[in-house]
């Protein structure tokens, strides 16, 4: 069984920072592409970035030049740090994974979500 497992949501003032974490853990070799999703209230489930296992980075347009994405290959761990957040980065955030498992399989595995709200 595999699963990704997230923590570092909460509560955040405008302009404040935060750091979000996504481990992945099972029965697994390593990961591939990893990366963080979010949705709004009443909207869709949208990008926010990506890396590759070799440290690739892509960002969703609202998001670059704020937010930054990381990875531990050693740790399966994916990072997302936050700053300069903004009220209308309030959402649940997703982490994704495409894992490579020891019995030699691919998945894509999503994580339980967790919540970031921007409010003073």
């Known amino acids: 069984q595999v699963q990704l497992v997230e923590s570092g949501g909460g509560l955040v003032q405008p302009g404040g920072s935060l750091r979000l974490s996504c481990a992945a853990s099972g029965t697994i070799l390593g990961t591939k592409d990893m990366g963080w999703y979010r949705q709004a209230p009443g909207k869709q489930r949208d990008l926010v970035a990506t890396?590759?296992?070799?440290?690739?980075?892509s960002y969703a347009d609202s998001v670059k030049g704020r937010f930054t994405i990381s990875r531990d290959n050693g740790k399966n761990t994916v990072y997302l740090q936050m700053n300069r957040a903004k009220p209308e980065d309030t959402a649940v955030y997703y982490c994704n994974a495409g894992v490579v498992t020891t019995g030699a399989r691919y998945l894509e595995v999503w994580g339980q979500g967790t919540l970031v709200t921007v409010s003073s």
């Open positions: 890396i590759t296992s070799g440290g690739g980075t």
